[in-house]
């Protein structure tokens, strides 16, 4: 009985645990930086289910992601192959405050510059997806 009781005491923990796992390939970045380049690479290689992990909670990231990723999506695969083997050039990294980074990059393959805000929610690097096309940044940030 006391190892029957074990065993479930054992199997709950063990499930406790693994639900609180990261998803498979996601770790959560330690700095803005970090944050910013897992969420690039994940774009280019077309892992939207993991980028999107990096993509801040709120309703207007999430449907601006939503869109960009279909579009994405209907690229020709040749074009898509060639973002896959981009590499990423940081151009510049302008911390703003404790919270809030914008980053400036680039990918080998179209070599056109983009601005991304990184963002600390809830203790957690995010992007800001929708700075990327609305330029949300406030002036007295």
């Not at 700095?31 to 939207?48: K, S």
């Not at 990231?61 to 209907?74: A, C, L, T, V």
């Amino acid at each position: 009985m006391i190892n029957k009781m074990y065993r479930l005491i054992c199997f709950a923990a063990i499930l406790l645990f693994a639900s609180c796992q990261e998803p498979e390939g996601f770790s959560n970045p330690e700095d803005p930086l970090d944050a910013g380049r897992e969420f690039v690479r994940a774009v280019l290689d077309g892992d939207f289910e993991k980028a999107s992990l990096y993509v801040c909670e709120n309703e207007e990231d999430k449907e601006i992601f939503e869109r960009y990723k279909q579009y994405m999506k209907k690229q020709p695969k040749n074009e898509r192959l060639q973002l896959k083997s981009a590499s990423i050039i940081v151009n510049s990294v302008e911390k703003l405050n404790d919270s809030t980074s914008i980053i400036n990059f680039s990918n080998s393959h179209t070599m056109k510059p983009a601005d991304l805000k990184v963002v600390k929610e809830q203790n957690k690097w995010k992007v800001d997806f929708s700075y990327t096309f609305s330029g949300n940044l406030p002036a007295n940030d």
